[in-house]
């Protein structure tokens, strides 16, 4: 690792040493539903509604149980909730169909599923399959811009950078820790450089 890449690291374990996922889930299928749930809408928002949900149905065959209406309004708070629902509903019939319930475990059968895209497909390998995986979101986007760790624009080729960089047993944590490290230090507006613990050094570092 060059000094950059080992003073990124180094910042963000000092900042944030054991982060958590923000979603709260039951199993596989659960982290599926939250991670789709979340897409334009917020970590809270989808943890407040996923519990009611969850108690309801916490399987593709329960889910399958419920009527379209009454998934939409428990889900409603999250927006687009006709969309997420018939996709709720489309991709527990296919797990129950082709499956046998189970959620698979690779890029290409995740990615087929109704509004599963490789962001969701690559958060649902890493923590519900412990695979090594770097799912690219706005917030480590925008950070791996402004630390030029890339000049694509594309999160899938920003994604291949991210990984080039940094060592694989690192990308997990490391996804978690840029979240929250964007949240809190390298926000989208008001961002003040002299005040990023990253941003206002790492131009000095070669």
């Not at 996923?50 to 927006?79: H, Q, V």
């Not at 895209?117 to 979101?137: C, E, I, N």
Request: proline share 5%; net charge positive.
């Amino acid at each position: 690792m060059n000094k950059k890449t080992s003073f990124i690291i180094k910042t963000l374990n000092r900042y944030f040493p054991n982060p958590k996922i923000f979603l709260k889930y039951k199993n596989r299928y659960t982290l599926l539903i939250s991670v789709l749930l979340s897409s334009q809408s917020t970590d809270k928002i989808v943890n407040k509604i996923t519990p009611i949900l969850f108690c309801k149905a916490d399987s593709p065959k329960k889910m399958l149980k419920l009527s379209f209406s009454e998934i939409e309004k428990i889900i409603k708070p999250c927006g687009l909730s006709k969309i997420k629902t018939k996709a709720i509903l489309e991709l527990s019939k296919i797990l129950v169909e082709r499956y046998s319930s189970k959620v698979p475990n690779t890029f290409k059968s995740l990615e087929s599923l109704p509004r599963v895209g490789h962001k969701t497909a690559s958060v649902v390998l890493a923590f519900g399959f412990g695979k090594f995986t770097f799912p690219v979101d706005t917030h480590i986007r925008r950070c791996a811009i402004r630390w030029e760790l890339t000049k694509k624009k594309s999160s899938i080729q920003i994604e291949k950078d991210l990984k080039r960089i940094f060592p694989k047993k690192y990308w997990k944590k490391l996804h978690l820790q840029i979240i929250y490290f964007a949240r809190k230090f390298c926000k989208a507006k008001g961002h003040k450089i002299d005040k990023c613990p990253i941003c206002s050094k790492i131009n000095n570092l070669s």
